[in-house]
Every structure is written in structure tokens, then in C-alpha cells.
């Protein structure tokens, strides 16, 4: 019986078979999530005009959504939002627990959102909406020419202020003690509101 020697040469193809093979099977796994789960979603946006862009990002406790919307062609946020989630939630298998909408609103739009803000405090606090509709009428009526919403869903508010040509949108949990639903908050990008 002979023993046979490995040789230099015979380690090196071994070493350059093994990283070779490593390297197609998490090439395969990273192509596959590029290619086949987040396809679906791409094109599910490119049918939304709504929809410009959207970035995901995983978190320890679920997914991260940032999303570019055209505001000429927003109508009802909360119509346009739950959808995306829903396909989110079933492509990725994640709940998306943080929602942040990229505006870049006018002063005066941030500071109604501030003002707004203690309504929308109170009312997931309370579960009481009277007052939130009431404070939003008062600034809509204060402000004149403009069109503020908050769009009440299952397990979110769907905050959307228009004024000419400037809107603010924001997606916030509808209760207070936590996530149970598809997004949480969200609001200004590198605004103040």
C-alpha cells in the first residue's frame, strides 16, 4: 500500500476549488434575493406613478421602509401605503416596522405638523379622534387654500398636509404602546417636524 504525499501544488487547488465553491454558493444565495424576491416588488412600484423609489433595509425587529413618493400623484395615503406593506410582508416574510416618507416640506408645513403633532399624541394615547379632526380642521381653516388629512387605518394613522405645491406625509402607529401591524412611525427627513 503506498502513501501518497500531498504536494504544494495539490493543497493550492484544493484551497482555490474550496473558495470557489464557497463563493458560488453565497453568490447564489445573494443573487437569488436580488434577482427573485425583491423583483416582485420593483415591479409592483414601476406600476405605481405614486411610488418613486423605496429602499428596505432589515432590522432586528423587522424591515425598514423609506420611501420617494410624487406628491401630484398621492391622493389617499393610506390607499397607496397598505397595499405596498401587505406585498412587502408576503415577498419578505417581515412586518415592515419603521416607515419614513423623504419630504422636503416648506417651514409652514413643518410647523402645522407641530402643532398638529399634540393631537395626534393625544389621540393614540386616548383612542379618542374627535379632537384630531377638530385641531385639523382649525389649522386647515386657519391656513386657507390647503388640503390636510389623516387617514385612519386598522393599525396606523396616515398623516398627509398639502399646501400649493408643498406637502408633508407621515405614517405613525395608531397606538401607542407599540407595533402590531405592518409600518410605524415615520415623518420628515431631516426636517424638524
Do not use: H
Not at 32 to 59: C, G, H, S
Amino acid at each position: 500500500m503506498s502513501r501518497k504525499y500531498w504536494s504544494l501544488s495539490t493543497i493550492l487547488v484544493i484551497a482555490i476549488v474550496f473558495f470557489i465553491t464557497t463563493g458560488l454558493l453565497f453568490g447564489g444565495g445573494f443573487l437569488y434575493e436580488k434577482i427573485f424576491r425583491r423583483n416582485p416588488l420593483q415591479k409592483w412600484v414601476r406600476t405605481n406613478p405614486a411610488v418613486i423609489d423605496f429602499q428596505l433595509q432589515e432590522q432586528r425587529e423587522g424591515l425598514s421602509l423609506e420611501l420617494k413618493l410624487d406628491p401630484d400623484q398621492v391622493e389617499n395615503l393610506q390607499t397607496l401605503l397598505e397595499p405596498f406593506l401587505r406585498e412587502v410582508l408576503a415577498r419578505k416574510g417581515k412586518a415592515v416596522t419603521e416607515v419614513r416618507i423623504v419630504n422636503e416640506p416648506s417651514p409652514a408645513l413643518r410647523d402645522i405638523y407641530y402643532q398638529l403633532s399634540f393631537a395626534l399624541e393625544e389621540a393614540k394615547a386616548t383612542g379618542e379622534y374627535n379632537t384630531l379632526y377638530q385641531v385639523l380642521q382649525g389649522l386647515q381653516a386657519k391656513t386657507g387654500e390647503a388640503d390636510f388629512r389623516v387617514y385612519l387605518g386598522t393599525d396606523f394613522l396616515y398623516v398627509q398636509l398639502r399646501q400649493g405645491k408643498d406637502s408633508l406625509y407621515a405614517v405613525l402607529p395608531r397606538k401607542a404602546e407599540g407595533i402590531k401591524g405592518l409600518a410605524a412611525a415615520g415623518g420628515a427627513k431631516g426636517g424638524e417636524g
